[in-house]
């Protein structure tokens, strides 16, 4: 059954298209942050270490709450890795190993893109598919990247 919530279905759509790049992204950065996770050394290993954790267990938190909101606008939500990367705007890295330095810009990076690619989603939530609550959500997400970002943006000051 369709959600009867006063957004007509194409824009469901549009929104629910918005957010399965949103969620590509989310995992995608996940992914990254994990992998850094596991493979940092350095001098700062166990905090790094431990930032990373925290991080990707936020993204992971996050990319269920963004599956949901798709099911909320009725939409399916997609899952497959292969879905993840071909909607994911983000690049990764394979078979390529970072620096302590280089995993922390790439990080922050990849959080900055995202808030400002949340930048320009929300007025199209809140102008093109009157979807308020999307905005809201979106609005959300652009905050918790930005306060991840200003961390990781610490370590490079």
């Known amino acids: 059954m369709s959600p009867n919530i006063g957004i007509p279905p194409k824009n469901l759509k549009k929104s629910a298209s918005i957010l399965a790049t949103i969620l590509s992204n989310e995992m995608t950065l996940y992914v990254k942050t994990r992998k850094f996770h596991w493979n940092i050394s350095g001098n700062s290993f166990m905090e790094l ?42 690049k990764e890295s394979p078979k390529e190993y970072a620096s302590q330095k280089s995993m922390l810009s790439e990080l922050l990076e990849n959080h900055e893109q995202l808030i400002t690619e949340f930048r320009d989603y929300i007025p199209v939530f809140e102008n093109e598919t009157n979807d308020a609550g999307s905005a809201d959500f979106v609005t959300g997400l652009l905050q918790e990247h ?8 610490r370590y490079q000051e």
């Open 49 to 90: 270490h431990k930032l990373f954790e925290e991080q990707y267990r936020i993204l992971e938190a996050k990319i269920d709450e963004v599956a949901e909101r798709i099911k909320q606008l009725g939409e399916k939500t997609i899952g497959t890795m292969k879905e993840f990367i071909d909607n994911s705007t983000l």
């Open 146 to 153: 930005e306060k991840m970002a200003w961390i990781l943006r």
